[in-house]
């Protein structure tokens, strides 16, 4: 199977740098990715438009560059996540996981025996239609995914210790905007308390051995995350991207 760039480079101490992909699912994108030097992206199914099949069309491009394709699914159920794996995804971003119990949902849905239970659907999109050498691919498909638990409310920072002792889970992932209306203070990304539970959860990570992920607005916030401890960074998502140099662009021009 395609190598995860995500593990290679945490391998050796380096910190993936990814970007969301929600509106942008055209045949160019995985090659736009690559030129751009994104380690992997966030296919988002939980707040786009993104159906299945797009999704599926889009881990199919990105099997031509080294960008490790990770899908968001739009829930923790064992359809989604199997089949976006089934589809060539190496890895599942979970949303909104609260307690140990649905990571282990995660996991068991992405991970074959005996560290999981998803079945057993060989030689199609994932295998790039060549039947795999069992049981050695079943090893290395599990040791070469990742699964992303998305930590956006207050149960799951009360849940965070289990959670992140989960066997399987590799990344604990902010989901900022949920987290701080979950906390009573949504969008206030400078409220001490939030900056606390950034903390504790970087903490927790590195204390477990896990990654801590986040997706910064700019360059500057991912420098003060980076600090704290997160070691896989998001770049914003395509349309914030997309209409933010639009707009400068845009003025830029006005004033001429």
């Excluded at 989604?80 to 649905?102: H, S």
Aim: with cysteine; hydrophobic share 45%; proline share 5%.
């Amino acid at each position: 199977m395609k190598p995860n760039r995500i593990l290679q480079l945490l391998a050796q101490g380096k910190t993936p740098i990814g970007h969301m992909i929600i509106e942008f699912g055209t045949r160019g994108i995985a090659k736009i990715a690559e030129a751009a030097g994104l380690d992997f992206v966030l296919i988002d199914m939980e707040h786009s438009g993104l159906n299945f099949g797009k999704v599926a069309d889009l881990l199919a491009w990105f099997k031509a560059t080294p960008v490790a394709p990770i899908v968001r699914v739009p829930a923790i159920e064992y359809h989604f996540i199997a089949r976006v794996m089934d589809a060539g995804a190496l890895g599942v971003m979970a949303p909104n996981v609260r307690t140990a119990a649905q990571a282990r949902e995660v996991v068991n849905a992405m991970r074959y025996a005996p560290e999981g239970n998803r079945g057993l659907g060989l030689a199609t999109a994932h295998n790039d239609y060549v039947p795999p050498k069992v049981p050695d691919y079943l090893h290395e498909a599990n040791r070469d995914t990742v699964a992303i638990c998305q930590i956006e409310s207050t149960m799951a920072l009360d849940n965070l210790e289990a959670i992140a002792s989960t066997p399987g889970v590799d990344v604990l992932f902010i989901g900022h905007f949920d987290l701080t209306q979950s906390m009573g203070i949504v969008g206030e990304f400078e409220n001490p308390r939030f900056v606390d539970a950034l903390r504790r959860v970087a903490e927790i990570a590195k204390r477990h051995g896990k990654v801590a992920g986040i997706q910064p607005p700019s360059a500057a916030k991912a420098k003060v995350f980076m600090a704290m401890g997160y070691n896989m960074i998001s770049c914003a998502h395509d349309i914030a991207v997309y209409s933010s140099a639009l707009r400068g662009l845009v003025e830029e021009v006005r004033k001429i």
